[in-house]
Each structure stands twice: as C-alpha cells, then as structure tokens.
C-alpha cells in the first residue's frame, strides 16, 4: 500500500481553526470550574437544647467541628498555543505515514520472500522432473545401444553363417565341376581319337564348347542369344571395328555359372565389363540335347556380334 498523502495546504488551516476553537472551549470549562469551586460555603446553624436536670458527669466540651479545607489556589488558564495543534498534527501525519512505509515495506518484503521460495520450489521440481527425464533418457539409449548391439551381432553371425555356407558350397561345386570334368573328359578320350577329342569346333557365334557332339549348332546359337540378350552396351562412335574378348566360364553341374575368367581382353574395358555381366545373366545356362551342360566354355563375344 502507498504511503499516505500530505494533506492539501487548505486544509491546514482548517485544522488550525479547529484547534483553536478546541482550546478556547476548554479555557471556557476551566473557568467556570474554577469560579463554582470558589463559591463562599454556606453558614453553620447549631440547635441548642437543655437536657433534663439529671445527676450526670461533669459535662464535657463539645468538640468543634474541623475547620474546611481552603480552596485550591486558582491557576491561571493556559494560553491557547496556536501553533500546537498544527505541530501534533503533523506528527501524527508523519508517523501514520512513517507506519504506513513501514507496514508497506513489511508487506512488499513478505510477498518477495513468497515469490522466492516459490521459484526456488518451481526451479527444484524442474531440476527434479530433468533429472527423471535424462536418467530415463540415458536408460532408453542403454536399451537402444543393448538392442542394436544385439541385432548387429546377430546379423554379422547370419552374414558369417552365410559366407561360410557359400564358401563351403563353392568349394563343394568346384570339387564337383572338378569332377565331372576330368570324368568327362577321361570319357572323351577313351571314346575320340587325335586332336577331335580335346575340343570342340568353333562356331559363328564365337563359343566353344567341350561338349563334344552335344555342342551342336543350335545349342550354340540358343546360348549365344542368351547371352546378347543380357548385355547391354551403348558402343562408341569412335569405336571402329569389332574387337573381341575371349571369357573362360566354368559351369556348375545343375547349369549354374561357377566363376567366369576373362582369357583375353577386347582393348575397351568397357565392353569387357559389359560382356562379362551378360554372361552372367544368361546364368543357368540352357542345357544341351542330352540333358547336361559342359563343365567349361571359352566364348568370345564382340560389340557388333549379330548372333
């Protein structure tokens, strides 16, 4: 609350008129106080009687009664002190206002210590409520960390599992493919004579095949559009020619392509690339008429074969 205004200077004089009024009405009850105490006492009367002549003591004097008391001296009524009233005025003024600030100050101290101790409460339960949340929120990320930690180790043991088996199936393969090779051409020799029992004829489409008489033309063709079929090759305009690359491909006995070599590079990289993936597509390769596949094939493959 705001300390209490000073009153208007009107009203001071106000206040002074109102005194002296006051002090002149208390002079008037003075006076006349004094002037009924003053008054003259009344006289004593005293009744004189004869008692009946009768054989009594020797009478005694009869006491007087006590003189009365003087009156009290009279005091001069006190002289109206016209400046008194506006003095105690002004300090009853200024200690109601001195009491007003201090009661003030009380109350603005008492709402400050409140606002305090409730924003020290408020910056408490937000210090406890972050604490609950970063712990929550380590304890998550320990979960997360455990979690994926899991799922990484028990990926990489799948992808171990994995390799291993491959690994495993293409040494099986190759010790097949091995196999079936030597028998196959152990076979070839016991059954051909000369130089007819080591290879094939080359054929328009640039493979060559161990087969033998399974690896007819028509077989030939069917894989050489396989394989076109699966290459893809934007071929330079600078590229003059039709420059070949010559690919060793081992097979697998269910036709599948075990491993692909390249014998001889075309001189574009490019296209050697090119012609490696379309072999690779055109895996399992066709079986020939009799139900097999060679165990090898060398095929030679250019940019501009047309079969």
Known sequence: MAPTRPPVSGGRWKAIGLAVAVHLLLAAFLI???RWKTSAPPPLQAELFTPPVNPVPKPVDPVPPPAPKPPPPVQPAPKPDLAKPDIVTEKARLAAAEA?????ANARKETEKQLRDKKLAEEQARRK???LADAKAAEDARKRAAEQARKEAAAKARKEAQEKARQEAEEKAALAAEEQRNTYLKGLMDKASGSAAGGGAASASGTTGAGGGGADSSYRSLLSSRIRAGTTF????ELSGNPKAVFVVTVMPDCTIAAIKLRKSSGVPSWDQAAERGIQRASPLPRMRDGTCPPELEI??????SD
């Open 300 to 305: 030679t493959r250019g940019p501009r074969d």
């Open 100 to 104: 007003e600030r201090e009661r003030f």
């Open 129 to 131: 409520a972050q604490e």
């Open 32 to 34: 006349v106080g004094i």
């Open 234 to 237: 934007s071929i330079p305009a």
